[in-house]
Nanobody, 121 residues
C-alpha cells in the first residue's frame, strides 16, 4: 500500500520558518494534483495550499504571501515553505495528493499521516 510520507514539522518561534516535505513510499506512483491541509486543535481541517499538475497554485487567504507550495520531479517531492509563522499557524499539517500508478494506470487520492507544527515562544 503506497503512502505519502511527510517530514519537517516541529517547534518554531513566531516569525520563524519551516519547510515541510512530502514524498511517496513507492516510486511506481507519481504525484499529480497536490495540496497541504492543516488542522488546529478543536478545528476542522482546512486547505492551506494546492497545486495542479500544470503548476497552478492557490493559497488560503491567511497564508498568502507567507507560504509557498512547490514540487520536485526527481525525486518526486512536494514542499510547503512556511515563513513568518505565527501561533495561529499551529496545527497538524497533512499532505494530500492524487497519485498515478504507472504500472496499473490508475489514479487515486491519498493522505499523509500528518506532521505537527507548533509556533510558540
Amino acid at each position: 500500500q503506497v503512502q505519502l510520507v511527510e517530514s519537517g514539522g516541529g517547534l518554531v518561534q513566531p516569525g520563524g520558518s519551516l519547510r515541510l516535505s512530502c514524498k511517496t513510499s513507492d516510486p511506481t506512483f507519481s504525484i499529480q494534483n497536490m495540496a497541504w491541509y492543516r488542522q488546529a486543535p478543536g478545528q476542522q481541517r482546512e486547505l492551506v495550499a494546492s497545486m495542479t499538475t500544470g503548476g497552478s497554485s492557490n493559497y488560503a487567504g491567511s497564508v498568502k504571501g507567507r507560504f509557498t507550495i512547490s514540487r520536485d520531479i526527481a525525486p518526486e517531492m512536494v514542499y510547503l515553505q512556511m515563513n513568518s509563522l505565527n501561533p495561529e499557524d499551529t496545527g497538524v499539517y497533512y499532505c494530500n495528493a492524487d497519485l498515478f500508478n504507472r504500472r496499473a494506470r490508475t489514479l487515486q487520492n491519498y493522505w499523509g499521516q500528518g506532521t505537527q507544527v507548533t509556533v510558540s515562544s
